[in-house]
């Protein structure tokens, strides 16, 4: 097997690149993060420190272009997603680039194209990590027959109170995150993991605190929802509803629901639990150690770049497709109408 020296320049540096990505890589043999950039040199600067890393950038082109990387960690907004993501593979170097992938479908397909003319390299996105844990199980279980056929999927997630005077976070502003909304984009991911890709979907969602004000106190208009709701048709024949609020004050934990013909599965606390059409209740299943899930991205980059494995935590085809699902829950926000997968 390649043990291929891995030289990682990394473009931005926020709290799940510091947390984890950084780490992760650095932890790694053969691994070395010969760069970094963030949003200003002095938070640039920081991060050097912090993790012992030689060289500092001026800006993400500097990180792209030094002869000395051959792997680009993109962890900036997804304002950031789309050029830098192309820019490292045209010149040729790996690519793993935060969630989420891009600002709209749009840029996705561009990201998946220049992949596409590179297939010697790696371009994998940072994956969904709620049900990491417990998405072997479920495959097994839906496999296995477990559900039955699978009628319906719910999802619920978000138990805090509105926030009416906190400041404008990223995730708020259109011209950083796009058509990206919470955590909607990447519930549906895992729920790919397990059933498959929706084929029409219609959503509304509402927008209760119009303006925010931005970090230097200027007063912005919001856009993206803070409550919504998305039913689809999935491929798979069931009907999936995603609820994701910041408004379900006292809701209590995030928690997943597959119903079949013959049983139900609950995903709540990354506790599985399950029963079938004999039973009073649902019970917890117990999953094998080596089939419980866990973080393992940055492992899965090393290896997929060294030959001895393929990345499945998440590959830009699939990147694609919660991009398109993203973008058509907008359509039909704005809309009103069910929009047909894919776009």
Known sequence: MSEEAIRVG???????????????????????????????????????????????????????????????????????????????????????????????????????????????????????????????????LIAEGYLGDVLAIEIRSGGAFLDADAPLHWRENFDLSGLNIMSMGIWYEAVMRWVGEATRVMAMGKTFVRMRADAEGIMRATRIPNHIDVTADMECGAQLHVQVSNVAGLAGTDEVFLFGSDGTLRIADDTLYGGQKEDSELSEIALSPDEIGAWRVEEEFVNAIRGQETITHTNFEDGVKYMEFTEAVNISMETGTAVGLPL
Request: glycine share 8%; charged share 25%; proline share 5%.
């Open 10 to 140: 990394v473009v931005g540096a926020g709290e799940n690149t510091t947390w984890r990505h950084i780490p992760g890589l650095q932890a790694i043999d053969g691994v070395e993060i010969v760069g970094v950039c963030n949003r200003s040199r002095e938070s640039s600067e920081r991060v050097a420190n912090e993790f012992n890393i030689s060289k500092t950038y001026d800006g993400w082109r500097g990180a792209i272009a030094d002869p000395d990387t051959n792997a680009i960690v993109i962890g900036t907004w997804p304002y950031m997603h789309c050029r830098t993501t192309i820019a490292a593979l045209e010149a040729d170097k790996h690519v793993m680039c935060e969630a989420r992938m891009a600002m709209n479908a749009q840029e996705a397909h561009a990201m998946r194209d220049a992949s596409r003319e590179k297939p010697h390299l790696v371009a994998q996105i940072v994956p969904s990590p709620m049900t990491l844990g417990q998405d072997n199980g479920i495959k097994r």
